[in-house]
C-alpha cells in the first residue's frame, strides 16, 4: 500500500509516496501455466503478486468472470495534472487494464495478449471530489488472433459516466510454447 507523508516547507506543503511491488517477471511466468481466466481470479484474490501499475496507480480488481473484469481506483491528488484535475492517463490506464484482463480471462494456458489499439472518450473531468471510480470491462468480440473489449468508467458515488474506451489486443502464442 502506498505512503503517503506531507512536508511543509512554509509557501507550499510537498507530499511524498512510497509504493511498493514484486518483481513481476516470475509473476508473468506464473501467469503462462494458468488458464486467463484462472489467472485473474488468482489476482483479484491477492494469490499472486499485484501489477507494479495496479501497485503505484491504485487500482483493484474486484470482479471477474469470462470475459469481464471490473475494477476500482479512488483517483487522489497524487493523480493531478497541473490544471487541478486528474490526469487523463490513469483513466486510459485504467481502461487498457481492465479491458486487456476482459480479454486475458478468455485465454487458455500458454497465451499471451497485447494492446495494439486503445481508444478512449474522456466525458466529465475526474478529481479526487469524484470517489471511487468502478471500470466495467467486457469482451466484444475474440477471434483467434484479435480480440476487443470496450469499458465504461462509472463513478460510484453519484452513478455518472466519466469516460468509455475500447482497446484491439492482439493474441499471441507464447515463446515457450513455440519450443
Known amino acids: 500500500m502506498p505512503n503517503e507523508n506531507t512536508i511543509s516547507d512554509g509557501a507550499a506543503t510537498m507530499r511524498s509516496r ?69 490526469h487523463g ?35 466529465r473531468p475526474v478529481t479526487d471530489a469524484t470517489g471511487t471510480l468502478r471500470v466495467e470491462a467486457s469482451v466484444v468480440n475474440r477471434g483467434s488472433r484479435i480480440a476487443i473489449a470496450s469499458a465504461d468508467v462509472i463513478g460510484d458515488k453519484d452513478g455518472k459516466r466519466y469516460a468509455r474506451g475500447q482497446t484491439t489486443c492482439l493474441i499471441f502464442v507464447t515463446e515457450a510454447d513455440r519450443r
Not at 91 to 107: P, R, W
Not at 112 to 121: A, E, F, K, R
Open 18 to 86: 512510497t509504493v511498493n511491488w514484486v518483481d513481476p517477471r516470475p509473476t508473468a511466468k506464473q501467469a503462462l501455466s494458468m488458464t486467463g481466466l484462472d489467472y485473474i481470479r488468482a489476482s483479484r484474490d491477492n494469490e499472486v503478486p499485484k501489477a507494479p501499475m495496479a501497485a503505484t496507480l491504485g487500482f483493484e480488481i474486484t470482479e471477474v468472470d469470462e470475459g469481464r473484469v471490473v475494477f476500482t481506483c479512488t483517483p487522489g491528488e497524487h493523480h493531478y495534472n497541473n490544471i487541478g484535475i486528474v
Open 89 to 123: 492517463g490513469l483513466v486510459s490506464a485504467l481502461i487498457d487494464s481492465a479491458t486487456g484482463c476482459a480479454v486475458h480471462t478468455t485465454l487458455p494456458k500458454g497465451t499471451g495478449y497485447s494492446t495494439i489499439n486503445l481508444s478512449v472518450d474522456m466525458l
